[in-house]
């Protein structure tokens, strides 16, 4: 497809299991985001990867959070021993390089912790 | 912490008339503002940007207007139409030294009716 994709669209899983979700950026973008949208609250940055060079963790918000991405393509954020305020829609953008306005997003994972 | 704020969670408005959308911020290092649209089950997709050497910028029916001694922005839609109503995010960023990462508002629920 011509857009970023991610799966699942929807997880629900217990508290304390790990889940993994993934991201399909579009072909050849170099940028790569992640953004978690928790009810009620806007967007939030969760980390960033530009080409090979290492990416910006600074917006993730404990160590149970990690990302990974090979290269210019897929990539994984894992999110270890989950809490109920894990709980939120998780969004994948990416861009050809940094631009604002060319930032493109999937249509995000709705991740629920019972 | 929220630097970036969209006070008015929801706006309805009539069609054909303006809609008006406002997003006030507080980090005086934000020098990129963008505005982005959000239907239901889809990711946010790009409406309009604004570097902070401008006033204002406009984008057929749709204006961005930056105050920055107010540290305030607006969007101007003319006229509204059915189609306009969805949730609007005002996002900003540095442009250097900002990690290239967005900061979003909570979102204004935009209802346009007939």
């Known amino acids: 497809g011509a857009g970023v994709s991610q799966s699942p669209s929807n997880k629900v899983t217990e508290k304390g299991k790990d889940v993994e979700l993934r991201c399909d950026p579009i072909?050849?973008?170099?940028?790569l985001y992640w953004y978690r949208q928790r009810l009620g609250q806007g967007l939030e940055f969760l980390i960033y990867f530009q080409g090979n060079s290492a990416p910006d963790k600074s917006g993730l918000p404990s160590d149970r959070f990690s990302a990974e991405r090979t290269g210019e393509s897929v990539s994984t954020l894992t999110i270890q021993r989950t809490q109920q305020e894990d709980s939120a829609v998780y969004l994948c953008?990416?861009?050809?390089?940094?631009?604002?306005?060319?930032?493109?997003f999937g249509p995000g994972t709705r991740l629920l912790v019972l | 912490d929220q630097q970036v704020k969209q006070n008015s969670p929801s706006l309805s408005v009539q069609e054909g008339r303006i809609s008006i959308l406002n997003c006030d911020y507080t980090?005086?290092?934000?020098?990129?503002f963008l505005w982005y649209k959000k239907y239901p089950a889809e990711g946010p997709t790009f409406l309009i940007s604004i570097s902070s050497i401008k006033d204002k910028n406009e984008d057929g029916r749709f204006t961005v207007f930056l105050n920055k001694s107010a540290k305030h922005l607006s969007l101007h839609i003319v006229p509204s139409q059915p189609g306009d109503s969805a949730v609007y995010f005002c996002?900003?960023?540095?442009?250097?030294?900002?990690?290239?990462?967005?900061?979003f508002g909570t979102g204004t629920q935009l209802k346009v009716e007939l």
């Open positions: 980090n005086s290092m934000f020098d990129y």
């Open positions: 072909s050849g973008h170099t940028a």
């Open positions: 996002a900003a960023t540095r442009t250097t030294g900002g990690g290239n990462k967005l900061t």
């Open positions: 953008a990416s861009s050809l390089v940094w631009a604002g306005e060319t930032q493109y």
